[in-house]
């Protein structure tokens, strides 16, 4: 079978490089894919929301099973026109994609069928944003309504930084026609926890449990990125809050979706909040998180195809998907300067890591005297192990094996979870 990987980054890496290992897997191909996985792969340079170049190199190449993986061509039908050709694929409609795409949507649906979330409201003009944020209390959330690179979240501790927050999407339209509408929500505390799943539009099957860290440094301090680490499983994901998670929130938003004649397939990611008043969506994914994706599915026992295929079928009901009881940790080498400017093309250092360390490509480029970087979030170093303590110090150390200049990366990656589990 010959299958199709969408997208370039280190989750890509990390899909692609598990379906590689999959022996029915004749030839794999990743669009447009980076530097690291032309080890296992063929890259091929059509962009990833160049939809008629990926339908037409989908049709030439006799593409068996496809995986759209970013978020952009999710939502604008990438699925369906792949879909319409009468290939395979693993990744949700345009209309179901709008989970992620509108916050406003996600948000709507939320309400209307009683799954929990923070209170909010939706704003259509940069005025009566302001006028709100004026009449609120502080702390708030200031979100954009559509994609925004995982960076279009503010959390404002006063009116000042509300108003500013507002006046960067609506007005200077820091993230395009993404912040020409708003979403302004309650503030709410309490760890924050990450659940990919697996669904067919009727099962859902959570993975591992995960807890990203947004911030650029050690603290929750600076401006939101991508992604700096994860760590999995999550401690504060107890078995009693994974058990409401399911009845409260992940069977009732594959059920709304469904109602609403939206049916989602594919990976929905479940960004939470284990609040004192139990756990709330923060957010919506259409697909795997990034850097999630890499450490979770390292610990995945069964056949990732399988599932996805399952996933696109209808029978996940009747697919085994199980993970070890080990854990991960990734920690995210960037460009000096992410997730503002930064200079690319500088050459990496890169040695092979150790056993039971995997490091990923998520921003190189190959050339004729090695890598070099391309992009702000470079490589992940990514440990497994058989205590969050060992995956997290065996990933630090095996950082050693890479290096370029400017190479920067959050010393704190799992202290959180790590404080937490020595305090029981």
Known sequence: ??????????????????????????????????GGMEEFAECVNIRATDLDGVCEFASKHDIGFAVVTPDDPLAMGMADRLRALHIPCFGPSKAAARIESSKIFSKKLMEKYGIPTARAVSLDSLESALEYVNGAEPPMVVKADGLALGKGVFICRTKCEAEAAVRELMENRLFGESGARVLIEEFLEGPEVSVLSFTDGKTVVPMVSSMDHKTVFEGG?????????????NPFYTERIAAECMERIFIPTVRAMEKEGCPFTGCLYFGLMITKDGPKVIEYNCRFGDPEAQTVLPLMETNLLDAMRACENGDLDKTSVRFSDKCAANVVLTSGGYPGKYEKGLPIELKAPDKGTMIVHAGTKRTANGYVTAGGRVLNVISVADTLSEAVSKAYEQTSRVSFPGMFMRRDIGKTALDHINAR
Request: one cysteine or more; charged letters at 20%.
């Open 1 to 34: 079978m010959n299958i199709m990987v969408i997208g370039g980054g280190g989750r890509e890496y990390g899909i692609a490089k598990k379906l590689s290992e999959d022996p029915r897997c004749e030839k794999l191909y990743v669009l447009p894919g980076n």
């Open 221 to 233: 301090k600076g401006p939101n990125t991508g992604g700096m680490g994860v760590i999995a499983p």
